[in-house]
């Protein structure tokens, strides 16, 4: 099951967030790796959104829909740097 | 540096139908018009969402094929045989009907004039969409900066805005190269596989030139095409890329 | 919220009512959701194994499990993404048969699966018949992108419990939350309670 990439979040991510953020930088917190969030691997077919470092497919970030409320898990993530 | 594409407020919006344009046989062009849209940046992308009778609804993202120039609003989508909201905007939707959409969205796979180039446009079948609208506002702005199309289609028939690609290659203003991965037309002289590095060291500008490259395309395209111009000595930071695929959901 | 005239999606209306479950969609599809990228362990390279509360490990090679005894079973399955697909043919070993072997106190499982997606159930859930190591699905070997060599199959509950890539289950005293379940979804998982998410 091949991946997307943040492209395929943006909405959801400024629903969130109420800013744009594929162009922001993320930091994996398992391998230090900073990739812009446009660039991750995401999963969207499932329960929930699952993003993953494609260096070390660890999960930087998770976005569940529970009754109308989204939620965003960003433990996996040590940094998130908006674009300048 | 980019500005950041910051909608007013990213709400869903009532869009009314106004024309339908079979592009191919599986794709149509879509022209919407609503009210209080913000303008987009080239290469972005709007959520669209259905909502059936009892309630139950999908929502699929869909990439902009028009310019912020251009007068109306235009996504272009490919009909997938096993798809759920596809084979609904391709097929059934008609001129009057209503379309929910929120957008613009997208900061990423955007391209501008303050961003340079020269460009290299990667298209992998329906991936040719956003880079359309990247096309268009180019010559909208009379953009001088150096552009160039690669389009990976399976078949002539197939290629998405074939008449329209074909003035503006002859206008030279665009430089745009085929390769045609089923089936190719008598006495074809161009590409006739898939991308490889091969096919992509042909084409894509010299390294040195540092192009400022855009691929759109199915996951496996965009990867073949991505890994490609890296082991040819292009800058990763200057590869923009977007993968289509099946949503689901 | 709008309506798209004539939108259907790719449901089935001509379903019995009693078989689906509160808020969900029968669908003909059998679509795959994932949590990340389909793993590829070698069959040579696979084992199941249960292990934790429990004297000593038990395993089996994949020849070992393709030995014990085995069942063809029709089963209807309940995605938490609200689709319903009726009728599913699998073939598989049932948990009843695995478990034999196993003497435990504990009342908790943890699925374990390659590529780290989790589940936790009750250790009751997965027997009297309910639960199945699959490996075939339609009359076929089952799809990598579907589970494949093999997946837990626990029907009774929604189908993020049937963990695909499945290699083992872990016996615990206390339980603990699997992928989803940490992350928001019920911990249980009953469908006909349309226990779906955390509090549920």
């Known amino acids: 099951m091949a991946a997307l990439d943040g492209n395929a979040i943006a909405g959801t991510l400024v629903a969130v967030f109420d800013t744009e953020l594929t162009t922001a930088i993320g930091a994996c917190a398992s391998c230090g790796r900073r990739s812009l969030v446009g660039e991750f691997a995401v999963y969207l077919r499932g329960p929930g959104t699952v993003v993953r470092c494609r260096h070390c497919t660890a999960v930087v970030l998770v976005i569940v829909e529970a009754h109308g409320v989204s939620c965003v898990d960003l433990q996996g993530l040590e940094a998130l740097e908006p674009a300048a | ?249 | ?200």
């Open chain 2, 1 to 249: 540096m980019e500005r950041a594409a910051l909608p007013r407020r990213l709400t869903w919006q009532l869009a009314t139908v106004v024309e339908l344009v079979e592009e191919t046989a599986r794709t149509k062009s879509i022209a919407l018009e609503l009210e209080g849209w913000s303008g987009h940046r080239a290469g972005q992308h709007v959520d669209v969402r259905l909502t059936a009778e009892d309630g139950y609804q999908a929502q699929r993202s869909y990439s902009i094929a028009s310019a912020p120039e251009d007068d109306k609003l235009v996504l272009t989508v490919e009909r997938l045989d096993d798809g759920e909201v596809s084979p609904y905007l391709v097929d059934e939707l008609r001129p009057g009907d209503r379309l929910e959409l929120r957008g613009p969205i997208g900061g990423y796979f955007v391209w501008e004039a303050a961003l340079g180039g020269p460009l290299l446009l990667l298209a992998g079948g329906s991936g040719v969409v956003p880079l359309r609208s990247i096309l268009r506002h180019h010559q909208a702005i009379e953009s001088t900066v150096p552009v160039r199309l690669l389009y990976s289609a399976r078949s002539p028939a197939e290629v998405i805005y074939r008449r329209e690609l074909a003035g503006v290659a002859a206008d030279g203003a665009v430089d745009i190269r085929y390769t045609l991965t089923r089936e190719q037309p008598e006495g074809w002289q161009g590409y006739g596989r898939r991308i490889d590095r091969e096919l992509l060291g042909e084409v894509a500008w010299p390294r040195i030139e540092r192009p400022l490259v855009y691929a759109c395309g199915p996951t496996a395209f965009v990867e073949t095409a991505a890994s490609a111009l890296v082991a040819l000595g292009h800058e990763p930071g200057r590869i923009r890329l977007e993968r289509f695929g099946p949503t689901g959901g």
């Open chain 3, 1 to 200: 919220m709008a309506i798209s005239r004539g939108f259907q999606g790719r449901r089935r209306g001509d379903v019995d009512p009693a078989r689906v479950p509160p808020g969900q969609y029968v669908t003909r599809d059998f679509p795959v959701l994932s949590a990340g990228p389909t793993p590829h362990t070698p069959l040579t390279e696979w084992d199941f194994t249960i292990r934790g509360a429990i004297d000593q490990p038990v395993s089996w090679t994949w020849e070992e499990l393709l030995a014990l005894p085995s069942e063809t079973i029709t089963v209807d399955i309940h995605c938490v993404t609200k689709w319903s697909k009726l009728d599913t043919a699998w073939k598989g070993v049932s948990l009843d048969v695995l478990l034999e072997q196993v003497e435990t106190g504990a009342e908790y499982v943890l699925a374990f699966c390659d590529g780290g997606y989790t589940t936790n159930l009750p250790l009751e859930d997965l027997t009297g018949g309910r639960a199945w190591i699959a490996y075939e699905y339609g009359g076929e070997p089952l799809e990598p992108e579907h589970g494949g060599p093999a997946r837990l199959l626990v029907p009774h509950l929604y189908f993020w419990k049937s963990a695909k890539w499945v290699r083992g289950l872990e016996l615990r005293t206390e339980d603990e939350p699997g992928f989803w379940e940490y992350y928001g979804y019920h911990n249980y998982g009953d469908p006909w309670k349309e226990q779906r998410y955390r509090g549920d």
